[in-house]
């Protein structure tokens, strides 16, 4: 699914796939469907909880993150790139 600009949309894997258990400052994250447990730091928990099943677009993500998270250094470079990695685990899928 895309956006009307043309964006694609990333969403959290199904969280009935996902068992997460906060641990300071890292999350542990069992993903049922690979049978692989992640340790994760920010920004991975964070993306992942504002993505959520509806999903968003990269732009409305990175606006969503710094407005939540009070961004001053929002980077779309940067969140590409978290973005391709939890599409790599699994974490996140597109459409």
């Known amino acids: 699914m895309e956006d009307a600009g043309g964006g694609t949309v ?3 894997a199904r969280p009935e796939t996902l068992k997460i258990v906060h641990l300071d400052s890292f999350a542990a994250i069992y993903h049922r469907a690979s049978g692989i447990t992640h340790l994760v730091t920010a920004p991975a928990p964070e993306i992942l909880a504002t993505l959520g099943e509806a999903g ?5 993500l990175l606006g969503r993150l710094a407005m ?8 779309e470079a940067a969140l590409l790139a978290r973005l391709d990695e939890l599409v790599a685990t699994g974490l996140v899928s597109t459409a």
């Open 68 to 75: 939540d998270y009070e961004l001053g250094d929002a980077d």
């Open 56 to 60: 968003l677009t990269r732009s409305a």
């Open 10 to 12: 990333y969403r959290m």
